[in-house]
T-cell receptor, first 113, second 115 residues
Framework: QKEVEQDPGPLSVPEGAIVSLNCTYSNSAFQYFMWYRQYSRKGPELLMYTYSSGNKEDGRFTAQVDKSSKYISLFIRDSQPSDSATYLCAMSVSNFGNEKLTFGTGTRLTIIP | NAGVTQTPKFQVLKTGQSMTLQCAQDMNHNSMYWYRQDPGMGLRLIYYSASEGTTDKGEVPNGYNVSRLNKREFSLRLESAAPSQTSVYFC??????????????FGDGTRLSIL
């Protein structure tokens, strides 16, 4: 069993819809949770960075962490065609700048105009 | 501000050839990483360097060597390329200060095909 599980999709939704992306994990030591967005033929770029349980909002994006269920989510409101990308969840035990990240396999998202 | 720069962007090798992938960052980061990305496997850590002068194995180090040339540069070497090493390779860096919330920043990758 992988430490981090993520549905690979693909996921297609109409423009303006709310998108929900999810990851589950098995290592209870993970405390820091990230979502990266990766456009085709580009490197991952950090979208959201959260610590512990709870919600964090940044514009149209909300990251949610439920450590009791070992489950994290990324919600995209008012989705746009420019949101079409692969979304990777990532997690780490520490955050002192030299931590090793464990990634999900990524969910490929397409927003249909 | 260039961030993390990887060269080359594309490369085709024959089995048994050697090659070095280059990575440089201009963010004064202490830590640097090499990942490979394969379909259905996600990003897997090959080697990392927590600080200048140190390197450590990651999840999939076999067949690779690394050199942390200085604080800016971290290279990945394939001594005898194998078809199983066909992948997209990403370099990342993090940590410009002591403290928290220092995510990794990625380059745009090197697409490597081994025939």
């Amino acid at each position: 069993q992988k430490e981090v599980e993520q549905d690979p999709g693909p996921l297609s939704v109409p423009e303006g819809a709310i998108v929900s992306l999810n990851c589950t994990y098995s290592n209870s030591a993970f405390q820091y949770f990230m979502w990266y967005r990766q456009y085709s033929r580009k490197g991952p770029e950090l979208l959201m960075y959260t610590y512990s349980s709870g919600n964090k909002e940044d514009g149209r994006f909300t990251a949610q962490v439920d450590k009791s269920s070992k489950y994290i989510s990324l919600f995209i409101r008012d989705s746009q065609p420019s949101d079409s990308a692969t979304y990777l969840c990532a997690m780490s035990v520490s955050n002192f700048g030299n931590e090793k990240l464990t990634f999900g396999t990524g969910t490929r998202l397409t927003i249909i105009p | 501000n260039a961030g993390v720069t990887q060269t080359p962007k594309f490369q085709v090798l024959k089995t048994g050839q050697s090659m070095t992938l280059q990575c440089a960052q201009d963010m004064n980061h202490n830590s640097m990483y090499w990942y490979r990305q394969d379909p259905g496997m996600g990003l897997r850590l090959i080697y990392y360097s927590a600080s200048e002068g140190t390197t450590d194995k990651g999840e999939v180090p076999n067949g690779y060597n690394v050199s942390r040339l200085n604080k800016r540069e971290f290279s990945l070497r394939l001594e005898s390329a194998a078809p199983s090493q066909t992948s997209v390779y990403f370099c990342a860096s993090s940590g410009d200060r002591i403290g928290s919330n220092q995510p990794q920043h990625f380059g745009d990758g090197t697409r490597l095909s081994i025939l």
